[in-house]
């Protein structure tokens, strides 16, 4: 039941948000950081097609949430704003991206997703734990996006060669183990 499933988790998202009752930080909270996921999944299931009018609506949403400082909403609501915003523009322009020359960086790219995707909170929470995004004007907090994304990238596509030559090393174990054995 995705639509349920959906308005359930936004209930108990909007409660967790303004009741949080706990001492540790909320940007460590499952339930707070799950309703992106669920968000994402809810998309993935069932928004089979994106209209112009919507990516539109959705770029005219990112524009604001780049360019003007909200300061009166939390931002565990901003960003699964900004991630669902992003994820209906990026989804529509998609259909037009169909060029070899386009296809063939992006499944490059994708080869190295997972270990981006591994390594990009900690990377954030380090640069984070220096500089508080709070204080950084507009350009110096895209500054700051681009260095940290070049970083995340550089240290997910050395993660994938680690796993690499650790696969292939186990691999060679393996058929040393098995020669001995004969």
């Not at 640069?127 to 004007?137: G, H």
């Not at 996006?145 to 650790?166: M, Q, R």
């Amino acid at each position: 039941f995705p639509h349920i499933t959906l308005l359930v988790y936004a209930v108990i998202f909007m409660i967790w948000e303004f009741a949080f009752p706990f001492e540790f930080s909320k940007r460590n909270s499952i339930i707070l950081r799950g309703f992106e996921v669920v968000l994402g999944m809810y998309f993935m299931e069932r928004w089979k097609n994106v209209t112009l009018c919507t990516c539109l609506f959705s770029c005219g949403i990112i524009f604001l949430l780049i360019f003007v400082k909200i300061e009166i909403i939390s931002l565990y609501i901003l960003v699964p704003i900004a991630g669902a915003t992003a994820f209906l523009a990026i989804f529509y322009f998609s259909g037009y991206l169909k060029a070899k020359w386009i296809q063939n960086p992006v499944c490059w790219l994708s080869k190295y997703s997972y270990p981006v995707f591994l390594i990009h909170h900690f990377v954030l929470n380090k640069v984070f734990e220096r500089i508080k995004p709070a204080s950084l004007d507009i350009g110096n907090a895209i500054i700051l996006f681009f260095i940290s994304l070049f970083l995340i990238f550089i240290l997910g596509y050395a993660l994938k060669k680690l796993e690499y030559v650790f696969s292939q090393t186990l691999r060679y174990l393996k058929k040393c183990r098995m020669n001995i054995s004969n």
